[in-house]
């Protein structure tokens, strides 16, 4: 049996907050008990979480491992690597891989080189449509038989509203759910960045805020047409702060998660053409940024997640206008919610919520694994024990990606996950890879 002992449990989703010690045995929570209560026996491996954070391990539903087909950005395992590093146990990756995620046998390949990776529990989305193409629904019922836990045309809007609703039909039959990249094309066709009075002096075609409300606003709709859950990846715009406010209000199936990128960075950041900080939904207006803190802390949005989004130098190294978007995340996420929680902006209560058990309720998660992202008696002992105040340098031999795109790259960062474990097993080790 495993004791960690000494720490300060923040368990949103379960006991709360408090000096708490865990017993894990065969890979779940046996015991969680107020610190001293029960006495470690002396064959149990003792880790002393003294002055240290105890969560349960983070959650991230929006991540891009790139295999298969683009290894040269990301594997499955060095992606699962960076997770772990970051305090996330838990990753869900995205169909835009090569073949797409529209078959059961790449939802199958997956989950395998997860398994052979050996670290954070891999799970993967599934295609909304065929080919990413929008025109046929994918199998969606074979894809969930395959493991798949949720649909998305991520990279891509699924601009056919007839075939939005017929997904949500189905998602309403079988408890399933769209996970919206959220772009009308026709608004947002060949732009950069966000499209303001500082895209014009630049020089930049702008990818207007309104490109962004609008499918939303339909796809909340949909939702209350079709009765289907609909999930909004990485909101960016107050005004879609506001939608997604009104559509839980009525009671709607619509949930939504926001990237650390986006609630601490404007567009302004553009202004010396830094391809870092070229991402799709663009970096937005302090306005847009702080409808983003106020939603995220009021719970109008649920989670965060990080999008990660590895690219090789190459794909960076061009005009702004060439460069493709993304950044990296899961390495960074942690230390920068812990910035906000700092600057007073999130609790830490809801920071960890937002990155553990409300990410897994987006996806209901708890129905593969009961008791994920918590750390009750039962649940798996997916833990990340924190230090909250412990400085380091995002360095890129500490970067375990394969790609290096990243706007914080030999930055200061505070707050680091210093032991990690996936099922009771130590994947992390003073801050390490073990």
């Known amino acids: 049996m495993k004791a960690v002992v000494g720490g300060y449990v923040i368990d949103p989703g379960g006991v709360g907050e408090g000096a708490f010690d865990l017993f894990i045995e065969s890979g779940t929570v046996e015991a969680i008990a ?28 929006h991540t891009h491992l790139r295999e298969p087909g683009q290894e040269w950005k990301e594997t499955i395992d060095t992606g699962s690597a960076a997770a772990v590093l970051g305090g996330f146990t838990t990753v869900c990756c995205m169909p835009n891989t090569i073949p797409r995620t529209d078959s059961a046998e790449v939802a199958s390949y997956i989950r395998g080189k997860a398994a052979e990776a050996g670290r954070a529990r891999v799970y993967p989305i599934g295609a909304v449509s065929i080919g990413l193409a929008g025109v046929e629904l994918a199998p969606l019922s074979e894809l969930t038989a395959a493991g798949c836990v949720a649909f998305s045309d991520d990279g891509e809007p699924i601009s056919d509203s007839g075939l939005m609703r017929r997904a949500l039909e189905w998602a309403r039959m079988h408890d399933g759910i769209i996970s919206c990249h959220e772009e009308d094309k026709q608004l947002s066709h060949g732009g950069a960045m966000n499209e303001s009075p500082l895209s014009y002096r630049l020089g930049i ?47 709607l199936r619509v949930t939504g998660e926001v990237t650390p990128h986006h609630l601490v960075f404007t567009e302004d950041k553009v202004g ?49 206008v060439r460069a493709t978007f993304g950044i990296l995340g899961l390495q960074t996420t942690l230390p920068i919610i812990l910035g906000l929680v700092r600057e007073g902006v999130l609790t830490r209560t809801r920071a960890v919520a937002a990155m553990t058990v409300e990410a897994a309720k987006c996806f209901s998660l708890e129905k593969l694994v009961p008791g994920i992202g918590t750390l009750v008696k039962g649940s ?50 003073e801050g390490r890879l073990v």
């Not at 003792?46 to 991230?60: K, N, T, Y």
């Not at 306005?287 to 965060?304: F, P, Q, S």
């Open 205 to 251: 075609p702008g990818m207007p805020r309104v490109a962004e409300d609008v499918m939303i606003a339909r796809d909340i709709e949909l939702a209350r047409l079709t009765g289907g859950r609909v999930h909004l990846c990485h909101l960016s715009t107050a005004r879609g702060v506001e939608l997604l406010r009104r559509a839980k209000n009525d009671g």
């Open 34 to 61: 107020a610190h001293g209560t029960i006495v470690p026996s002396k064959d149990d491996e003792i880790i002393d979480a003294s002055g240290r954070w105890v969560l349960p391990g983070l959650i991230d539903i």
């Open 380 to 429: 798996p002992a997916d833990i990340a024990i924190v230090d909250p105040d412990r400085i380091w340098t995002l360095s890129s031999d500490r970067i375990a990606s394969k790609s290096r795109n990243t706007p914080f790259l030999d930055s200061e960062m505070h707050g680091m996950a210093e032991l990690v474990m996936v099922a009771g097993k130590v994947v992390v080790r």
């Open 272 to 320: 010396l053409y830094d391809t870092a900080y070229k991402m799709s939904p663009p970096l937005r207006e302090a306005e847009d940024v702080a409808a983003l803190r106020e939603g995220l802390a009021d719970g109008t949005i649920d989670c965060i997640a990080s999008d990660h989004a590895p690219h090789d130098p190459d794909s960076k190294r061009v005009e702004f």
